[in-house]
């Protein structure tokens, strides 16, 4: 079983919607937790980052962490085309150098 | 630079050749790490340097991978005798110490073919 667990999709929805994207991990230690956006042929870029447990927003995205439930989900509302790329969580520990454990990425598509 | 570089963006090696593949952080950016992403799968971790010192090598395949960064700055990645199963994007990043993984840049990855 993989530390960090994500659906690979692809996932497809309509100009306007609500995207859920969602990651469970296993390592209950895991501190900080990220979403990159990777767009075609592109180096991941940061998304979202948070420390521990609760919300954070920025503008149409908001990321969530449950630790409690080891699950972590990051919200994309009035998804637009350009939102259009790969998502991918990432996590870890305050004391391993930066190390990054990912998800396997979520392929999501927003049709105009 | 203004971001991460890396080169070539794209190799084809015939199998059993070695490749290096290069990595140019932002200056000043004291971390740098590896990650190797085969097709359709997440980022897989393989080296972090501090500096010029790896302290965590721990996501090396096998003996035929290595790496060196010289300067604090450029890093190469060397894989040896190389097999399909190498076939992936390796990608490069960089953070400042002080930023910590809020501020991990990633380049756009050397795509390397082995047939």
């Known amino acids: 079983q993989k530390e960090v667990e994500q659906d690979p999709g692809p996932l497809s929805v309509p100009e306007g919607a609500i995207v859920s994207l969602n990651c469970t991990y296993s390592?209950?230690?895991?501190?900080?937790f990220m979403w990159y956006r990777q767009y075609s042929r592109k180096g991941p870029e940061l998304l979202m980052y948070t420390y521990s447990s609760g919300n954070k927003e920025d503008g149409r995205f908001t990321a969530q962490v449950d630790k409690s439930s080891k699950y972590i989900s990051l919200f994309i509302r009035d998804s637009q085309p350009s939102d259009s790329a790969t998502y991918l969580c990432a996590m870890t520990l305050y004391n391993q150098g930066g190390k990054l454990i990912f998800g396997q990425g979520t392929e999501l598509s927003v049709k105009p | 630079g203004a971001g991460v570089s890396q080169s070539p963006s794209n190799k084809v090696t015939e199998k059993g050749k070695d490749v290096e593949l290069r990595c140019d952080p932002i200056s000043g950016h004291t971390a740098l790490y590896w990650y190797r992403q085969s097709l359709g799968q997440g980022l897989e971790f393989l080296i972090y340097f501090q500096g010029n010192s790896a302290p965590d090598k721990s996501g090396l395949p096998s003996d035929r991978f290595s790496a060196e960064r010289t300067g604090g700055s450029v890093s190469t990645l060397t894989i040896q005798r190389t097999q399909q199963e190498d076939s992936a994007v390796y990608l490069c990043?960089?953070?400042?110490?002080?930023?910590?993984?809020?501020?991990?840049?990633f380049g756009s990855g050397t795509r390397l073919t082995v047939v």
């Open positions: 390592n209950s230690a895991f501190q900080y």
């Open positions: 990043a960089s953070s400042s110490i002080q930023i910590g993984v809020a501020g991990y840049t």
